[in-house]
């Protein structure tokens, strides 16, 4: 990874979204063959263009990352139209409905497990089975500043993103001496994404803010006074995915100072 010449070849869930769209160009432009995945084929369609346009190779599956047989699918795509994985990107995630934790129904929680937690298992398994026959790969899972400083109605949520940090360390003591990075990068809230545009709504009201209010109280909340950009995150998970040859098992936190 980094300076290796050999080819990179990239999945990426949750590509659809702002931050697995921006990821997917960084990766493109550093001339690595990307797939991605997310639930709606427009917005998929959307992130080909766009890796297109800088002159990148792309493919698009859409699907769920929590139904094993989609998985199984996707990574024989990647396989065999560009050889095997060498760099997981899995950003794809549910907020949930926001809610009391009182009120979450057991059919909600399994929503946001599956969807957030069981997914990571399935593509990271999925991942290393082609990696590690090939003595190298770098795997990046998408937690969130939000289980650092802990938010109302989101406790499912919270619970899912928190398990990736064990999940991760755990992970990269296994398969690190194999040739293997596992990394988590923390994304502060970023105010232009789905997730946020679904959460925050419910959030804001539960803390005695109208929607309006939220961003500039989460700027005021912020060291740099600002929110993280989608922009920012696609290069800083580039920087994991590729660039931190040293660092494995470890939580990198960017989040404009949310959480100091």
């Known amino acids: 990874m980094g300076g290796s010449m050999e080819r990179e070849v990239a999945l990426v869930t949750g590509g659809g979204g702002g931050l697995g769209r921006n990821v997917s160009v960084e990766l493109a432009q550093r001339g690595v063959s990307v797939v991605v995945t997310g639930r709606t084929q427009a917005t998929l369609d959307e992130t080909m263009a766009a890796v297109k346009a800088v002159g990148g190779e792309a493919l698009a599956l859409a699907g769920d990352v929590s139904d094993k047989q989609h998985i199984d699918k ?8 560009f050889g095997p994985c060498s760099v997981l990107i899995h950003a794809a995630a549910t907020h ?10 057991v059919e909600e929680w399994n929503h946001v497990v599956n969807t957030n937690l069981f997914s ?19 795997i990046v899972l998408v937690s969130s500043a939000g289980v650092l400083r802990g938010f109302p109605l989101a406790a499912p949520y919270a619970a899912t993103k928190s398990a990736l940090l064990g999940f991760a360390r755990t992970l990269a003591a296994e398969v690190s001496p194999e040739g ?36 500039p109280l989460l700027e005021g909340m912020s060291a740099m006074r600002r929110a993280a950009t989608v922009e920012e995150m696609g290069k800083t998970a580039l920087f994991l995915a590729l660039d931190a040859t040293a660092m494995t098992g470890q939580n990198l936190v960017a989040d404009c100072g949310l959480t100091t």
């Open 120 to 138: 990571s298992f399935l593509v990271t398994q999925a991942a290393l089975k082609q990696m590690l026959p090939t003595g190298r790969g770098s």
């Open 96 to 105: 949930g409905t926001p809610m009391r934790l009182v009120d979450v129904s």
């Open 74 to 81: 996707l990574f024989a795509l990647t396989s065999s139209s």
């Open 180 to 215: 293997v990075r596992v990394n988590v990068l923390t994304p502060g809230a970023m105010t232009t994404t789905a997730i946020f545009d679904s959460a925050m709504p419910g959030i804001a009201k539960a803390m005695g803010f109208s929607e309006d209010e939220m961003i």
